[in-house]
């Protein structure tokens, strides 16, 4: 990923014991300008960020820009993509204490999700944001979030970060990285952590959740991984599913995983054309991932007799995961684990704080 960096005069930057933080802009609406010859909002050039907050410089921090050679609408991410910024912040990881990422919020749950699982035994802050509203215009929400979202990331307590994670903060509140969902496109309040209290709430202070931040080793490097299988597939149950669509999906070729999202606590038709095909797929090495199209409350295979089938032919089940963080999970365990009995495993496993088991 082609990149330059820029450092920025700040308030600290005669105090070299000063907290330094690397800001990495991805793209999205945070950086956007409305090009009226395509009529629609294009990436702007970032180094312009200085015109529009100029409280930058007011920093008690070191701040590093790092600007990619080609931002990107968050819509346009994928998985090569997130082992690229895993792979900045790894490269990156002696030299800075904290790391922001600026990224549209289209896919922010999704990048956020797959870092989490790249980034193994992270130790400092990896804090995500975005905006509603491109920066230069007057009412945008992108100031708050940028200048917050540094501030959190650069707040420690008698030397150590607070929030050793990967988490997203965006209005007001900061949420585990991969417990969050975009829920919003209109409002400012744009994400939420179901089931998950947010780690943060910010006001007047900073209000943070203490007993809910992750706990971390220091003993234990930062270990980089940089294979994600995609092969695989969301596949949202509706009723009137028909059997050729889900024969066709599981039928595809080189399919590894299925993430199955679910009616409420993890159910399924009964029907048994529909317990057929999974059973087909799951036979053929297939992993299936049961998540539900609830946001809130959590999959039990078994409450209902239309799960119990599901557990008994060997669908996984996916308690209280977000759908984004299931299937970057499951790019993650089918890339680096090689049989299924240990991707099944570690799908029904809490890695990093994802789900409660
Ligand atoms: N389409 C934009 C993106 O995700 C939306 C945003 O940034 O809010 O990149």
């Given at each position: 990923m082609a990149y330059r960096t820029s450092k920025i005069t700040t308030l600290s930057s005669k105090n070299n014991r000063a907290t330094s933080v690397l800001m990495i802009y991805t793209g999205g609406t945070l950086g956007m300008v409305y090009d009226s010859k395509n009529k629609s909002l294009v990436p702007f050039n970032f180094d312009e960020i200085l015109t529009n907050v100029p409280e930058l410089h007011r920093l008690e921090f070191e701040l590093t820009i790092l600007t990619l050679e080609k931002p990107i609408d968050s819509s346009n991410m994928n998985p090569k993509n997130w082992v690229e910024i895993a792979k900045i912040v790894y490269d990156n990881f002696e030299e800075f204490d904290a790391f922001v990422i600026l990224h549209g919020t289209d896919t922010m749950a999704y990048t956020a999700s797959a870092l989490s699982?790249?980034?193994?035994?992270?130790?400092?802050?990896?804090?995500?944001?975005?905006?509603?509203?491109?920066?230069?215009?007057?009412?945008?929400?992108?100031?708050?979030?940028?200048?917050?979202?540094?501030?959190?990331?650069?707040?420690?307590?008698?030397?150590?970060?607070?929030?050793?994670?990967?988490?997203?903060?965006?209005?007001?509140?900061?949420?585990?990285?991969?417990?969050?969902k975009k829920k919003e496109s209109s409002q400012f309040n744009a994400f939420r952590s179901e089931n998950y209290p947010n780690l943060a709430e910010v006001g007047v202070t900073i209000d943070y959740n203490f007993p809910f931040i992750r706990a971390y080793r220091t003993d234990l490097p930062l270990q980089l991984h940089e294979n994600l299988n995609h092969n695989v597939v969301i596949l949202k149950l509706f009723p009137g599913i028909k059997q050729n669509l889900i024969h066709n999906i599981f039928n595809t070729s080189e399919l590894k995983g299925v993430v199955l999202e679910t009616y409420g606590a993890g159910n399924a038709p009964s029907e048994g054309w529909f317990l057929e095909e999974l059973k087909e797929a799951i036979d053929e090495g297939i992993v299936i991932f049961n998540v539900s199209q609830c946001d809130g409350g959590r999959v039990l295979q078994g409450t209902y007799q239309t799960s119990r089938k599901l557990l008994e032919i060997g669908v996984v089940s996916g308690s209280d995961i977000t759908t984004e963080a299931a299937i970057t999970k499951m790019m993650f365990l089918l890339g680096k684990e090689d049989s299924y009995e240990r991707v099944k495993f570690n799908l029904e496993t809490d890695i990093c704080g994802e789900m409660s088991v």
């Open positions: 699982f790249l980034l193994e035994n992270l130790s400092k802050p990896v804090i995500l944001t975005g905006a509603q509203l491109p920066i230069g215009i007057a009412r945008t929400d992108a100031r708050e979030n940028l200048i917050t979202a540094l501030e959190i990331a650069s707040a420690k307590i008698n030397g150590r970060p607070i929030i050793p994670e990967v988490a997203i903060y965006f209005n007001s509140y900061l949420l585990r990285g991969n417990r969050a």
